[in-house]
């Protein structure tokens, strides 16, 4: 694609334009078969600077063509169709949708304020390694020896709605000459190469060079919430947030979310002490339960060593066993492993709905006459419709079909 005459970029002033196609080609790529079209001026915002492209359509007589995204490519804006309009050579009306431009300007400004935040309370050795601004959300990625705490983030969080509050006016300069920025104090993006004159956008003490769309006042933001904060690299933090609807849609479902655990409590005065209560009387009552499980493990053990057989040298124990966990199987394997010589075991059991086996052979048997627990149960497990594996000595599977349990005791013996 040659370079267009006049492919300018009036996006910033309004969000609808007269336009003509100047040049067009149908591609393949990722994204399918589509068309890409370069229009003589342009309202649509392409993909830069972390923001990404705006969306909306190509409309004439009634009839409209959806563009799904808008990129950059040789300096050149690029509208990305599924189908070209008819009789290209038309004059088009281009509209870009509203509703994603202005939650995505929401976002943007987000990040200015966040980035301006950061500073305050972190420190001005702050300095931003990359953005993401959509109209679901955006991520800040910064520099910072250590984990921001969750008092700082608060703190941080607390200050960005306080600027939002502060309803600051964008006041926005283009074509300023770089030397001029750098002494309004204009923060740039680290490593990014500027040109003779820059765009310079300041919303309050917030004053960065950037080429992005931006919300009248930040007010319009309206809320601003972080979702998440962590290490992307070494020294280099992310976080995630969300602001507008988004952010008081996760605050409403938050909200009702904990009315309703409320209410599972009788809507108590103190709803994290009740919580606690809880949780210490679960741990307690799960304390029991092991307590119980390890002791019947026992006396299962007394029972099985009962039950063991001589075969052929070889002293071999095969059963179907009830019980509620596969840790008991396992415990109880290794217990009998440490008290029984030549031992081969082939313990089973009907766990949720599905079938549990666990294979131990002894340590001599593995090395004098090469039994290997592992291809032992992938022959096993076939009568309950299963697969398994694991080690010379120790291996375990799991099963579709436990009602074959009784199958693979008896092929167990038949081994032997």
Do not use: W
């Not at 849609?249 to 103190?270: C, G, H, Q």
């Amino acid at each position: 694609m040659q370079q267009a005459e006049g492919a300018g970029f009036v996006g910033y002033d309004t969000l609808e334009a007269d336009v003509k196609i100047n040049r067009y080609r149908k591609v393949k790529g990722k994204k399918g078969e589509y068309f890409q079209l370069v229009f003589n001026n342009t309202p649509f915002y392409a993909e830069s600077g972390g923001q990404v492209g705006d969306s909306g359509t190509l409309e004439i007589n009634g009839n409209k063509v959806e563009i799904f995204d808008t990129v950059k490519e040789n300096n050149l804006t690029v509208h990305l169709t599924r189908e070209l309009p008819e009789n290209p050579e038309s004059t088009f009306r281009a509209v870009v949708n509203i509703n994603n431009r202005r939650l995505t300007e929401n976002n943007h400004t987000a990040t200015h304020l966040l980035d301006h935040a950061l500073r305050e309370i972190l420190g001005t050795h702050i300095e931003q390694k990359g953005s993401l601004v959509s109209p679901e959300g955006l991520r800040f990625d910064f520099n910072h020896f250590q984990k921001v705490t969750e008092d700082e983030l608060l703190r941080i969080q607390h200050r960005v709605n306080e600027l939002i509050r502060a309803n600051e006016k964008r006041d926005e300069r283009r074509e300023v000459p770089i030397a001029e920025a750098e002494t309004m104090g204009a923060i740039a993006l680290f490593g990014e190469k500027y040109g003779d004159t820059v765009r310079v956008v300041r919303f309050g003490a917030s004053v960065e060079l950037c080429g992005g769309t931006h919300v009248e006042s930040t007010g319009s933001i309206g809320q601003f919430v972080i979702l998440s904060e962590g290490s992307i690299s070494a020294g280099v933090r992310r976080i995630e947030a969300i602001t507008a609807d988004k952010a008081e849609e996760y605050i409403e479902r938050n909200l009702k979310t904990l009315k309703e655990v409320a209410s599972l409590f009788n809507n108590p005065a103190d709803l994290k002490g009740a919580v606690d209560e809880l949780m210490a009387k679960n741990q307690s009552l799960t304390k029991q339960v092991e307590a119980f499980e390890k002791e019947n493990a026992g006396k299962l053990k007394k029972e099985l060593l009962l039950q063991v057989e001589p075969i052929n040298g070889i002293n071999f124990l095969a059963q179907q066993l009830k019980v509620e966990s596969a840790a008991i199987l396992k415990d109880i394997a290794f217990q009998l492993k440490g008290e029984v010589e030549n031992l081969f075991l082939v313990l089973a059991a009907e766990i949720d709905g599905k079938a549990n086996v666990h294979v131990m052979i002894a340590d001599n048997l593995v090395k004098e006459r090469g039994l290997n627990a592992g291809a032992v149960i992938r022959d096993l497990a076939k009568a309950v419709n299963g697969s398994g594996g694991g080690q010379p000595f120790y291996a375990t599977a799991g099963g579709k079909e436990p009602a074959g349990i009784p199958l693979l005791i008896s092929n167990a013996r038949k081994l032997i």
